[in-house]
């Protein structure tokens, strides 16, 4: 099993080793220098555009898909490729695995999987959360998507693991607006999309405050989405402190994915775009995806500005 600290050094070995001995996964590798990028500024930040057709199958899951059997499911242990290697991780207690994802944004992209094929929910693994995210920390963020904000695998409990340099969100401008028993509370210097940054020594305080999120956003939204479902949460660590980076989200996909043909763009933001980095799978929508449209889709998934105060208010009017 991998040791508690300084878990960073081994995923760049699992990743060199899986370069070497799975051909499938060196193809994968060789063909992200074929990822083609461009940059926009937005609202005073770099909001980066890729061009990734491996990712197509991830942009349009189903989440109401029936597959919800082990026997179809990908993360499920018997159901992974001979040649890819598994790595149970400490925090967690072993329940978790490490894998490199084989249909990376990014190189150095992970995906760690819990051995149980259960729902995509934090709910009682928030410690495992935030336990892998200071191992793998600083060099590269954990993060979750809820299973209505960007997972393409809502039937099997999994997160993933970026270099943190990759996402323009570990350089965006938090505004201190108050704490909550502990945890200091920041907000994203951005009109379009809401998020919320919590920094705590404290894990147990993180998780009240993370209670008190959910439970807020359980009142307001319709019970058929999971708890948690909502979220994009980013996770990392330094200098003692963890870090929570929280993006509550009103829908899963923006009104551009539901449009007709030509106006539809297939982007389905998850954690990464939510970070900075919009994923498309067809030329047509990475030649023409502009500011306007990254704003409005922002807009489209992500709670109002009224809404984040009523959040807001649920963690500091406890104080
Ligand atoms: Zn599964």
């Given at each position: 099993m991998l040791p508690e600290a300084s878990l960073a050094p081994h995923l760049v070995t699992l990743y060199e080793r899986q370069r070497e001995s799975w051909q499938d996964f060196a193809e994968v590798c060789k063909g992200l220098a074929d990822v083609r990028q461009r940059h926009l500024v937005f609202y005073g930040a770099f909001v980066e555009i890729q061009y990734n057709p491996r990712r197509l199958e991830n942009i349009t899951a189903s989440t109401a898909s029936p597959s919800n059997s082990p026997d179809k499911c990908f993360l499920c242990a018997e159901n992974i490729p001979a040649a890819q290697i598994s790595l149970p991780l400490s925090p967690g207690a072993g329940e978790f695995l490490l894998l490199c994802n084989?249909?990376?944004?990014?190189?150095?992209h992970f995906t760690i999987v819990h051995r149980?094929?259960?729902?995509?929910?934090l709910g009682a693994h928030f410690s495992a959360f935030l336990g892998i995210a200071r191992g793998i920390a600083p060099d590269f963020w954990l993060f979750f998507n809820g299973a209505q904000s960007g997972a393409s695998l809502p039937h099997h409990l999994h997160w993933q693991a970026l270099p943190s340099r990759y996402l323009p969100l570990s350089r965006a401008h938090f505004i201190p607006c108050g704490n909550f028993a502990g945890v200091e509370i920041a907000l994203l210097e951005d009109e379009a999309r809401q998020a919320l940054s919590l920094v705590s020594a404290d894990a147990e305080a993180l998780a009240r405050a993370w209670g008190v999120l959910v439970e807020a956003t359980n009142k307001r939204v319709?019970?058929?989405?999971?708890?948690?479902?909502l979220f994009n949460i980013f996770a990392t660590f330094a200098a003692g402190y963890y870090r929570l980076i929280i993006f509550p989200r009103a829908r899963m996909r923006p009104s551009c994915y539901y449009a007709?043909?030509?106006?539809?763009?297939?982007i389905s933001p998850g954690s990464v775009e939510m970070a900075g980095c919009i994923v498309t799978a067809r030329q047509s929508d990475f030649d023409r995806l502009n500011a306007a449209h990254i704003e409005q889709i922002y807009r489209d998934v992500s709670i109002t500005k009224a809404e984040m105060n009523d959040l807001l208010k649920s963690l500091t009017g406890r104080c």
């Amino acid at each position: 099993m991998l040791p508690e600290a300084s878990l960073a050094p081994h995923l760049v070995t699992l990743y060199e080793r899986q370069r070497e001995s799975w051909q499938d996964f060196a193809e994968v590798c060789k063909g992200l220098a074929d990822v083609r990028q461009r940059h926009l500024v937005f609202y005073g930040a770099f909001v980066e555009i890729q061009y990734n057709p491996r990712r197509l199958e991830n942009i349009t899951a189903s989440t109401a898909s029936p597959s919800n059997s082990p026997d179809k499911c990908f993360l499920c242990a018997e159901n992974i490729p001979a040649a890819q290697i598994s790595l149970p991780l400490s925090p967690g207690a072993g329940e978790f695995l490490l894998l490199c994802n084989i249909r990376p944004i990014f190189p150095y992209h992970f995906t760690i999987v819990h051995r149980a094929h259960i729902p995509q929910r934090l709910g009682a693994h928030f410690s495992a959360f935030l336990g892998i995210a200071r191992g793998i920390a600083p060099d590269f963020w954990l993060f979750f998507n809820g299973a209505q904000s960007g997972a393409s695998l809502p039937h099997h409990l999994h997160w993933q693991a970026l270099p943190s340099r990759y996402l323009p969100l570990s350089r965006a401008h938090f505004i201190p607006c108050g704490n909550f028993a502990g945890v200091e509370i920041a907000l994203l210097e951005d009109e379009a999309r809401q998020a919320l940054s919590l920094v705590s020594a404290d894990a147990e305080a993180l998780a009240r405050a993370w209670g008190v999120l959910v439970e807020a956003t359980n009142k307001r939204v319709l019970l058929c989405v999971p708890e948690d479902g909502l979220f994009n949460i980013f996770a990392t660590f330094a200098a003692g402190y963890y870090r929570l980076i929280i993006f509550p989200r009103a829908r899963m996909r923006p009104s551009c994915y539901y449009a007709d043909e030509p106006e539809r763009m297939i982007i389905s933001p998850g954690s990464v775009e939510m970070a900075g980095c919009i994923v498309t799978a067809r030329q047509s929508d990475f030649d023409r995806l502009n500011a306007a449209h990254i704003e409005q889709i922002y807009r489209d998934v992500s709670i109002t500005k009224a809404e984040m105060n009523d959040l807001l208010k649920s963690l500091t009017g406890r104080c």
